[in-house]
């Protein structure tokens, strides 16, 4: 008897829903599919929800997303529902998930559980989530534009990720969200316009890296709440309604070489945030405050930046004895005191008699209202 072992070698599938190809459905391409295999999508409307268990490669034969388009069959499920490892899903436009009758969000692409996936070449689009990435570690999602969703791309509990070159427009909420226990990732080179929040780190979100990103046009620029030990590094957080970079009650963040500039309360705001480091970042023309260091927030470091032309105040304390600047050539506990101290000895010179000497008052500017998300 002879018995023929099976190597496993990848196949290509096809799949095309006008007939003529080895499937009309992705979802049926996908159950008779083994790991490895490739399937081609070939331009059209389909109407599912694909379930992917399994690390196959899913694209769009003609490589563009507009005249190969996948809608949720059922808009209370997501359009792919990703548990597999190294999958591939690229090429398509997605949209149609909307919200289960249990209240809960669905996704144009969900990955739960899912490891070294890739998401790239996409336009998903009026969806409850965009993509949606729950307890899933490196994974790639890159080149995607995501637009009018409530949140375009959220990160769950989810670490080692890679999110870069993705266009996002007009979500509801935030454009890129990292909430709960997302440590490591790097985001970079995307772009984010008109949302509630660009982009949020958000409760234990630490050691992430975000390099020459854009957030603009949004309520809030870039938000840290509860995050530490992360770096923002060339970002662009200009023209926002609230503050161009906020950090709320996070520590030991290093912001450098940013821009945040015309934002309309600040361009740079520290509330509750202690032993960050603010090297090199420019905070101008923001009609209010340029770099704002409010509610106990200790022990920063601001090195060689720039503010200027803000509307209230260039660079504000509201703890100046427990923060310090450090310019070009000696650091300075805060320039407001040295400054009076200067002009009082200097009047004293100058009319030849003793003055007194009144301390220097620290500018205190009232508690503001913290952002609330919708």
């Not at 099976?6 to 049926?28: F, L, M, R």
């Not at 149609?96 to 899912?114: F, T, V």
């Not at 520590?251 to 309309?264: E, G, Y």
């Not at 600040?266 to 340029?290: M, R, T």
Request: net charge negative; charged share 15%.
């Amino acid at each position: 008897m002879l018995i023929t072992a099976g190597t496993g070698s990848a196949d290509t599938i096809t799949v095309d829903g006008n007939g003529g190809a080895d499937y009309t459905s992705i979802q049926e391409a996908v159950g008779n599919a083994i790991s490895g295999d490739t399937i081609f999508v070939y331009p059209g409307t389909y109407e599912e929800n694909v379930n992917v268990n399994k690390g196959v490669t899913i694209r769009s034969y003609s490589g563009n997303p507009d005249d190969t388009i996948i809608r949720a069959a059922n808009s209370m499920n997501d359009v792919f529902y990703v548990t597999g490892n190294n999958v591939s899903i690229s090429g398509f436009q997605i949209s149609g998930a909307d919200i289960d009758e249990y209240g809960e969000d669905k996704a144009g692409i969900y990955l739960e559980g899912s490891n070294r996936t890739v998401i790239s070449g996409n336009n998903i689009s009026s969806n409850s989530f965009g993509i949606f990435i729950l307890e899933s570690s490196h994974n790639s999602v890159f080149d995607n534009n995501v637009s009018k969703c409530r949140i375009g791309i959220f990160l769950w509990n989810s670490s080692n990720n890679k999110l870069n070159n993705n266009i996002l427009n007009l979500n509801n909420h935030e454009g890129i969200l990292l909430y709960e226990f997302c440590n490591n990732n790097e985001l970079s080179n995307n772009t984010e316009n008109r949302a509630g929040s660009g982009i949020g780190l958000e409760f234990f979100c630490n050691n992430n890296t975000l390099v020459n990103n854009t957030a603009s046009n949004n309520l809030l620029g870039i938000l840290l709440r509860k995050s530490n030990h992360n770096s923002l590094i060339d970002n662009s957080a200009n023209s926002n309604e609230g503050s161009g970079i906020t950090l709320d009650d996070s520590s030991n963040n290093v912001l450098f070489n940013n821009t945040a500039n015309s934002n309309t309360y600040s361009g740079i705001f520290l509330i509750g945030s202690s032993d960050n480091k603010l090297d090199s970042n420019n905070a101008s023309n923001n009609p209010g405050y340029g770099i704002n260091v409010n509610n106990s927030s200790r022990n920063n470091v601001l090195v060689n930046n720039v503010a200027n032309s803000n509307g209230k105040e260039d660079i504000i304390f509201a703890d100046p004895e427990n923060n310090t600047i450090k310019g070009p050539v000696e650091d300075v506990p805060f320039p407001g005191f040295a400054l009076a101290v200067a002009v009082v000895l200097l009047a004293s010179l100058i009319f030849g008699r003793k003055m007194r000497g009144k301390s220097g008052k620290i500018t205190q500017m009232r508690k503001s209202k913290k952002h609330k998300k919708e």
